[in-house]
């Protein structure tokens, strides 16, 4: 993986996963040019990128925007291409903004960029959600297409322009579809990121975390240093033997026992609750990733543990939470969680 003074080129570079891998680019020695808009509720946050801030391009921009910044296309040698929205609730009530953001943005860039540099290696972020309601379990590539929400349909058509555009020779488009990733920069204060950056926010604020029902639908989170390998090493490949591949974490648990764990390693309770309707209606059960291909394709394997990785993950919240734990959190509307009432925060201490 010789990132070393490669032209690379991060969308969403201000998000979760986009700044760990901006981060790591930058530590390998490629020159990196960070997109990111910072649209609400996407998740981009401007601390993501303080170890790397003097040495990383960033340009306030949508990803649709492509063409005021077709001369940084020009001279890329890879594209991450992280940028959307992730938020299978949002999607439900606003379908217009997430067919935007995951869609029409995307189908304007890939335009721009076919012209600009044609043939470039595009690495894109996809999602498990595509594949819907599992009807096997390990899910392999294979598994049909039946997303429940909006942002699994258009996330999927996203993924498809990027195939298309490969098999007509104008790209080469690569998409890794993840699994639940977790891990240091999830965006904690803003709502309805799935299941995992609410249980770390609920243990840092020291609250009873909440599962639904019984808790057996089984998860295989995964932890943002291995998905960061992930995509390093399909943007390095000197050449693709496919064009999509899961990626999941290295064990899957209950919903029960991925609380627990959080849980006891900050300090908290978990507790069952009715499994909201409107929630219910777009979830899609238990899920697993065989990530069989790709780890034979490239040699890779989700390495750290879940209990490691939420080890790692509370201590660096803990000293950082002040820029990630805003208990004014927005909704998705805009209004304060609260409506405008404050809470003292009261970070649980390290066990």
Known sequence: MDYRN???????????????????LVELGANVTVIDSSRPGCGAN??????????????PLDVGEAQQYADVLRECQVVFNLAGEVSHIHSMMAPERDLEINAAAQLRFLEV???ERPGVRVVYAGTRQVYG????????????????DYNGVHKFAASQYHLMLSRLGALDAVVLRLTNVYGPRMALSVPCQGVLSTFLRRALLGQELEVYEDGELIRDPVYVDDVVEAFLLAGAAASLRRRTYNIGGPEAMPLRQIAQVVAQLAGVRVVTKPFPPERKSIDIGSYRADSSRFQHHFGWRARVSF???????LAWYREHWDRYLDTRRPTFCGMPEHQGRKRRLALVPAS
């Open 6 to 24: 490669k032209r690379v080129l991060v969308t969403g570079g201000l998000g979760f996963i986009g700044s760990n891998l901006a981060i790591r």
């Open 46 to 59: 401007p601390h993501n990128l303080e170890p790397v801030a003097d040495r990383v391009r960033l340009l």
């Open 113 to 115: 960029l076919r012209r």
């Open 133 to 148: 309601v599992p009807q096997y379990l390990p899910v392999d590539e294979q598994h049909p297409v039946e997303p429940v």
């Open 307 to 313: 209990q490691d990785g939420i080890r790692r993950s």
